[in-house]
């Protein structure tokens, strides 16, 4: 077995800023696992598409065309990528650690019989074995995996690796799969999707700025002041686990261990404590801003800046400087 194979998770008809990151990790490790980096990529893919994953560093495009492309079943892509793996046999497996792919890859995993390691930051390649390396005990540390199987598969959190750049002359294989039929009763379908979190600007696992929310802001009306802060910085915003509880945001806004992980470059957490459950989604952040009334709260140990007053103050004070400095 040789090569790498990625997911290649799509949003609105193209691929996840992370498909990208993880064909430029893929293509790092192609050295040493010696083989092609193949992309999966399921449903009608638009030639600008493929061509885009060729120059971003694929050499094979597998386009797996199904009925169910618009929504996620994972028995279609699991069969999507038994497809695939008849004719490849990568040593290593990538998805991003998403809700995607946070359901496939264990499925996946189960069905080869490999060795899995989810939500990792950095893969190594050694004596025939790869390593993985990823947050534990609630961000306070990090452990290091070596997966033994062949496939090993592995999830990667978003901004854990640069893509490529992307290199128009780059030639690469695109080949196109059936997946077979279901029977109606065989597994459960999809019927529909209801999205809550729609709005124009990046996708929060992918924001650069982040401005997140908790239960200190003591009502759904503070998600206002933060909005416009975040559109200020041209960011996203985003929730603690107990916010999104009491009804004050959309749950796909809510960052954390059973959330969503982001790392944003800069990270400003409004009227959150600093849970690990909730540090386990942000500490990659490269730099934390906490605005807090409570000087004692422990998200003042992992910010790298800190103020302690009244966000209701705070926060519009920040948005007119910002607003003022570009005047």
């Known amino acids: ?132 390396t990823r947050p534990c005990f609630g961000h306070k540390a990090r452990e290091v995996l070596s997966l033994l199987t062949s496939p090993a598969v592995a999830t990667v959190r978003a901004r854990s690796s640069e893509p490529l750049d992307p290199d128009a002359n780059r030639l690469g294989e695109v080949t196109y799969l059936t997946v077979p039929a279901f029977e109606a009763a065989a597994i459960p379908r999809v019927k529909s999707r209801k999205r809550d979190d729609v709005k124009d600007g990046p996708r929060l696992e992918g924001a650069k700025v982040v401005v997140a929310g908790g239960r200190g802001l003591g009502c759904p009306e503070g998600f206002a002041e933060l909005a416009k802060l975040a559109e200020a910085l041209g960011g996203v915003v985003g929730a603690s686990r107990v916010a999104c509880d009491l009804g004050w945001c959309p749950h796909s806004w809510q960052i954390g261990l059973t959330g969503k992980t982001v790392t944003p470059e800069l990270y400003i957490a409004v009227g959150i404590s600093g849970a690990s459950h909730h540090m386990a989604g942000c500490g990659n952040a490269g730099a934390i801003l906490a605005i807090n009334s409570d000087p004692e709260a422990a998200i003042f140990k992992d910010a790298r800046f800190g103020i302690v007053g009244d966000y209701r103050e705070i926060v519009p004070a920040l948005v007119r400087e910002i607003v003022n400095s570009r005047a």
């Open 1 to 132: 077995m040789s090569g790498v194979l990625i997911i290649g998770e799509t949003a609105g008809g193209a691929p996840l800023p992370l498909v990208y990151e993880l064909l430029g990790l893929g293509r790092r490790l192609s050295g040493d696992v010696e083989g092609p980096v193949s992309v999966l990529v399921l449903g009608n893919a638009p030639a600008p598409l493929l061509s885009g994953l060729v120059a971003g560093g694929a050499d094979r495009v597998y386009v797996a065309s199904t009925e169910a492309a618009g929504l996620y079943e994972s028995d279609v892509w699991l069969a999507a990528l038994r497809e695939v793996l008849a004719k490849v046999s990568p040593q290593l497996i990538l998805a991003g650690h998403t809700p995607l792919g946070a359901d496939l890859a264990p499925r996946l995993a189960f069905q080869l019989n490999a060795a899995i390691a989810t939500g990792c930051e950095q893969l190594a390649q050694s004596g025939g074995q790869v390593h993985a």
